[in-house]
Nanobody, 120 residues
Framework: VQLQASGGGLVQAGGSLRLSCAAS????????MGWFRQAPGKEREFVAA????????YYADSVKGRFTISRDNAKSTVYLQMNSLKLEDTAVYYC??????????????WGQGTQVTVSS
């Protein structure tokens, strides 16, 4: 499955941004999807994941209550709505996927990253 992330940009602290990740090449609805991020000088970390049907989601504690992951299987797209952004949310965000049999793992396939920069 090929993944194409978009929607990153520059936003002020407290603001919102929505990332999108379009998938192609396989049956999107058979894949769990996730978002990860990597800040400068840090390791890549998990942000959020959603099951193939959308019925299950889970989040990193650092974003719980501020970020929401969702998916539209008809559009083969997964979203990450980010609200109340903080400076520490600055990172390159990556979308990832894994076949539903791997759930809750979602990191078999990776897209390119999209930069999110939160300014004060």
């Amino acid at each position: 499955v090929q993944l194409q992330a978009s929607g990153g940009g520059l936003v002020q602290a407290g603001g919102s941004l929505r990332l999108s990740c379009a998938a192609s090449g396989r049956t999107f609805s058979s894949y769990g999807m996730g978002w990860f991020r990597q800040a400068p000088g840090k390791e890549r970390e998990f942000v959020a994941a959603i099951s193939y049907s959308g019925g299950s989601t889970y989040y990193a504690d650092s974003v719980k209550g501020r970020f929401t992951i969702s998916r539209d299987n008809a559009k083969s797209t997964v979203y990450l709505q980010m609200n109340s952004l903080k400076l520490e949310d600055t990172a390159v965000y990556y979308c990832a996927a894994a076949h539903r049999t791997s759930w809750p793992s979602v990191d078999d396939y990776w897209g390119q990253g999209t930069q999110v920069t939160v300014s004060s």
